[in-house]
């Protein structure tokens, strides 16, 4: 079982900035599957889907949502198994909770953002 561990997330005036990591944590076996894997981030707010925010594929390739392009910059260190989420122009509509997830059945248990104005 792949064990992911988001952190980073606060609360943060309109316009501020926030970085979320994901962590891959446990065996060998689980840290080599999320090194060897497209992880995402996604957000979800009470009463809507979850929403996708941005993924990277382990040769560094990346895909943002329309909604965040320009603000946001994932990227990821192989060797700490972590996976980053760097915020910018944070706007009171980016609240939500954030969850990492690798090989669609592994999520992490998220971590709030809340950006007043």
């Known amino acids: 079982q792949v064990q992911l561990v988001e952190s980073g997330g606060g609360l943060v005036q309109a316009g501020g900035s926030l970085r979320l990591s994901c962590a891959a944590s446990g065996s060998f076996i689980s840290r080599n599957i999320f090194s060897q894997n497209t992880v995402n981030w996604h957000r979800q707010t009470p009463g809507k889907q979850r929403e996708f925010v941005a993924s990277?594929?382990?040769?560094?390739?990346?895909n943002h949502a329309d909604s965040v392009k320009g603000r946001f910059t994932i990227s990821r260190d192989n060797a700490k198994n972590t996976v980053y989420l760097q915020m910018n122009s944070l706007k009171p509509e980016d609240t939500a909770v954030y969850y990492c997830n690798v090989v669609a059945a592994y999520w992490g248990q998220g971590t709030q953002v809340t950006v007043s104005s």
């Open positions: 990277i594929t382990t040769h560094g390739m990346t």
